[in-house]
């Protein structure tokens, strides 16, 4: 297939509300909405392949200072709608929470073969808080780990087309790991808590780099 220098990235809702995406020519992110809350899969565009889904839950039990992913109930494109970049806002509430995202998806500007998908998350609270978290499940296991430490973990996915996930937190955050069955991994991107703050951050990011490089 012919390389290209300029892929185009894409921000979409479908007609129903049911479906939101981010797209590029080798991954993206689709939201979808599971009763009142968006749900997150990360796929690989050549293989359909979900290779991350987020945590379904906003607290630990019942306990409102545990956040373990954010919870969103509305979602809108934020600005251009096509591009060489693309972005999603998504905001919600649970309990006390204020939460908002912005997710955009791009190239990388040093590795034009790698696709990133950027999360800048806020949560507003005026309630203490001890964890706030986000949270996916990983469709590898450890058998795929190239690399981990607390600020980038790194997975090897074989098959035709594979390639290669990241998930890297920005300092402050910081990443842990624990695997979720035989043939998954849980994986966790925590934010620093600062108890004289009411706004607490989090920002991270998946990336993809296929073995085939970005096609048209």
């Keep these: 297939m012919e ?3 300029n892929p185009e990235f894409l921000a ?4 129903d509300s049911a479906v ?3 797209r590029g020519p080798t991954f993206g992110v689709a939201f979808r909405r599971l009763a009142d809350r968006w749900s997150e899969n990360l796929i690989p565009s ?3 392949q979900i290779l991350a889904r ?3 839950g906003a607290s630990d039990g019942d306990d409102p200072a545990r956040v373990i992913h954010p919870v969103y109930q509305e979602v809108q494109v934020h600005g251009p709608a096509r ?3 693309a972005c999603l806002l998504l905001t919600g509430l649970s309990f006390a929470h204020h939460f908002s995202a912005a997710v955009t998806i791009s ?3 040093e590795r034009a073969e790698t696709v990133h998908v950027d999360y800048d998350v806020a949560d507003r609270c005026r309630s203490p808080i001890q964890v706030l978290a986000a949270t996916y499940v990983v469709s590898l296991d450890s058998g795929s780990l190239e690399s981990a430490d607390a600020g980038r973990i790194v997975w090897r996915v074989a098959g035709s087309p594979g390639g290669r ?5 920005s300092a402050p955050s910081t990443l842990t790991m624990a695997e979720a069955g035989r043939t998954a991994t849980r994986v966790q991107i925590l934010a620093p808590i600062e108890v004289a703050t009411f706004t607490h951050r989090l920002r991270y990011g998946w990336r993809w780099t296929s073995d085939e490089g970005l096609t048209r």
Excluded: M, Q
Aim: charged share 25%; glycine share 8%; net charge negative.
């Design 20 to 22: 939101a995406s981010l």
């Design 46 to 48: 050549e293989s359909g």
């Design 165 to 169: 996930l990241e998930l890297a937190a």
């Design 54 to 56: 987020s945590h379904p």
């Design 12 to 15: 979409e809702i479908d007609d």
């Design 83 to 85: 591009g060489a970049s």
């Design 107 to 109: 190239v990388d500007r």
């Design 3 to 5: 390389p290209t220098s």
